[in-house]
Each structure stands twice: as structure tokens, then as C-alpha cells.
């Protein structure tokens, strides 16, 4: 196949995801598609096995709190076909109304794309997104007392050393002494 334009790369992308996407678009050089939450498994599982967009890697995946939007959580994909020499980045809209220990869900692709495995778990972390069907869902960067998730909006940036005092892996007393403070 013949070097593929960006345009010409759209409209493969989006013949292989047909009504399952919601939009898709060109943005700074990039095929960017909205996907449904519920159709996230369907939607990967299109991408990487048309023979017309084979994208067969997932080199990231991460999530984004624009609170206090609606919806709040975006989980981004950004997906890459080696035979094409390509990059798409799907992203889902998660809608949220809870609170600080309630999470909004998403299918996992993690038996998909190999490295979801890993950076669901993450943002699961992170930013408290259920990924429905991981088969690890242990947080994997921070202790599994830790309290909250650092990169929501509402996780304390105001220089307090604990979370929630007494609750949190570390209470303040110690991590002042532990500081040498």
C-alpha cells in the first residue's frame, strides 16, 4: 500500500468502527475517535483485527479529570498499526456524579492489547477508574492502604503531608519525624 494521508487514514478508521463511533476527527495531525463506554471491547477489537487498519499495538493508555465537566473522566487509547505506520487515539467519555471512593467503570481490553494489563491498573490507581473483568485489579504504583487518588481534581494539593489525617498510609507525626522535620 502506498504512503496513506492522513484524510485517507480517517476514513479506514472509520470504516472499520462504522456506527461505533460517535466521531472521529483529524486534531494536530491525529485520528481521534469517540467511542461509547460500552462499546470499548468491540471498538479495540475492530481497530486491531481489520486488515484495513491492523492497529496491533496500545503504546498508551491513560485518563483525564476534567471536573467539573460532564462528563468528567476521559480514558484515552492511543493505538499504533506497524504495518501502516499509523496512530489512532480512541477515547470514551465516562460520566460520573459520585463521590471520592466511587468509581466509574469501563470494560477491560487487557485480553485485547496485552499492555492495557498494566496501564489499566494504573489508572485505576490513579485516578479510580474500574476497569470491569481485570483480572488484577491490585493498585500497582501505590500501597494498597494508600487513601484516594492523586490525580483527581479533588485529591489535596495544598501542601498537607496526609490525605486524611490517621487514615492515610502515613499519618502526619511520622512523616514529619521521618523527615527529620
Given at each position: 500500500?502506498?504512503?496513506?494521508?492522513?484524510?485517507?487514514?480517517?476514513?479506514?478508521?472509520?470504516?472499520?468502527?462504522g456506527?461505533?463511533?460517535?466521531?472521529?476527527?483529524?486534531?494536530?495531525?491525529?485520528?481521534?475517535?469517540?467511542?461509547?463506554?460500552?462499546?470499548?471491547?468491540?471498538?479495540?477489537?475492530?481497530?486491531?483485527?481489520?486488515?484495513?487498519?491492523?492497529?496491533?499495538?496500545l503504546?498508551?493508555?491513560?485518563?483525564?479529570?476534567?471536573?467539573?465537566?460532564?462528563?468528567?473522566?476521559?480514558?484515552?487509547?492511543?493505538?499504533?498499526?506497524?504495518q501502516f505506520?499509523?496512530?489512532?487515539?480512541?477515547?470514551?467519555?465516562?460520566p460520573?456524579?459520585?463521590?471520592?471512593?466511587?468509581?466509574?467503570?469501563?470494560?477491560?481490553?487487557?485480553?485485547?492489547?496485552?499492555?492495557?494489563?498494566?496501564?489499566?491498573?494504573?489508572?485505576?490507581?490513579?485516578f479510580g477508574?474500574?476497569?470491569a473483568?481485570?483480572?488484577?485489579?491490585?493498585?500497582?504504583?501505590?500501597?494498597?492502604?494508600?487513601?484516594?487518588?492523586?490525580?483527581?481534581?479533588?485529591?489535596?494539593f495544598?501542601?498537607?503531608?496526609?490525605?486524611?489525617?490517621g487514615?492515610?498510609?502515613?499519618?502526619?507525626?511520622?512523616?514529619?519525624?521521618?523527615?527529620g522535620?
Open positions: 500500500m502506498s504512503e496513506l494521508t492522513l484524510t485517507h487514514w480517517q476514513e479506514l478508521v472509520h470504516n472499520a468502527l456506527d461505533t463511533a460517535l466521531s472521529i476527527e483529524c486534531l494536530n495531525g491525529a485520528v481521534v475517535v469517540m467511542v461509547d463506554p460500552e462499546d470499548i471491547r468491540h471498538a479495540a477489537l475492530q481497530l486491531r483485527d481489520n486488515p484495513n487498519t491492523r492497529l496491533d499495538i503504546s498508551h493508555m491513560t485518563a483525564v479529570d476534567y471536573s467539573p465537566r460532564d462528563p468528567r473522566f476521559e480514558v484515552v487509547y492511543e493505538l499504533f498499526s506497524l505506520k499509523q496512530r489512532a487515539r480512541v477515547k470514551c467519555a465516562l460520573f456524579d459520585g463521590g471520592e471512593y466511587d468509581k466509574p467503570q469501563i470494560d477491560s481490553i487487557h485480553d485485547i492489547y496485552l499492555t492495557a494489563n498494566w496501564h489499566e491498573r494504573e489508572c485505576a490507581d490513579l477508574i474500574a476497569f473483568g481485570h483480572p488484577d485489579p491490585r493498585r500497582i504504583l501505590l500501597p494498597d492502604d494508600w487513601d484516594g487518588h492523586p490525580l483527581r481534581k479533588e485529591y489535596p495544598d501542601g498537607k503531608r496526609a490525605w486524611k489525617l487514615s492515610s498510609v502515613a499519618n502526619a507525626g511520622t512523616m514529619e519525624s521521618d523527615l522535620l
